[in-house]
């Protein structure tokens, strides 16, 4: 079975500092990979997608950039994060077509102080 | 451009009462629908989904949905609430780019 990985759990960083976020996904060949961000009392914002390794789409404009270094892995990062960074970031994964069902990973909280 | 709306914020439902989500899409042709539930500071889990075929869907833990089109619903349903199922539950559907929508949410409350 399928299963897919997100760490850290949790983190709090300070404002101006570095971020790597990775998920992994296991059980499945080349996934289609999501990160998206939920901020609190708002729905979930589609951030970037990937539907093969080095292959990545950007949805909104923003401080963070996304990485496919691996069939299987999604990296988040920032070079220099900001307060409005904050937020529970989630990654997903699906199989071809885009409409196919996505499966979720348990998140990361996310806070930039 | 496509939209997916869940018109209640939060509900409060008393445990073993009836429940009813709302959830309405903006689309032309019929779409892929979609219903998934967050647990508190947890990623989301696939209650159900609908493609095609029969508008009536069931899910896990109890869920089921119907798709009717006239209305363009597809409202989550469940005779029986647990005290296990507060959470929050969103809506999605994909958009013409086959990117998935989600509403923003309804958070559920149960009480005793």
């Known amino acids: 079975s399928q299963t897919i990985h997100q760490w850290p759990a949790t983190l709090v960083q300070p404002v101006g500092s570095p971020l790597s976020l990775e998920c992994t996904v296991e059980?499945?060949?080349?996934?289609?990979l999501y990160w998206y961000r939920q901020a609190a009392g708002r729905g979930l914002q589609l951030l970037f997608y990937s539907v093969g390794i080095g292959q990545i789409s950007s949805e909104v404009p923003q401080n963070l950039s996304a990485s496919r270094p691996q069939d299987r892995q999604f990296i988040l990062s920032s070079k220099k994060l900001l307060l409005s960074d904050s937020g529970f970031y989630l990654c997903?994964?699906?199989?071809?077509?885009?409409?196919?069902?996505?499966?979720f990973g348990p998140g990361t909280r996310l806070l930039v102080l | 451009a496509q939209s997916v709306t869940q018109p209640d914020i939060h509900i409060t439902v008393s445990e073993g009462a009836s429940l009813e989500l709302r959830c309405n899409y903006s689309y032309g042709a019929t779409p892929y629908l979609f219903w998934y539930v967050q647990s508190p500071g947890q990623g989301l889990q696939l209650l159900l989904k609908?493609?095609?075929?029969?508008?009536l869907v069931q899910g896990i833990k109890g869920f089921e949905a119907e798709f009717k089109r006239s209305q363009s619903s597809f409202n989550l349903r469940k005779p029986s609430v647990h005290w296990s199922d507060a959470a929050e539950y969103f809506c999605?559907?994909?958009?013409?780019?086959?990117?998935?929508?989600f509403g923003t949410g309804t958070r559920l409350t149960i009480i005793p």
């Open positions: 999605a559907a994909p958009q013409l780019n086959e990117k998935l929508t």
């Open positions: 609908y493609f095609s075929g029969d508008t």
């Open positions: 997903a994964w699906s199989s071809s077509p885009l409409q196919e069902t996505q499966y």
């Open positions: 059980g499945t060949s080349n996934p289609n």
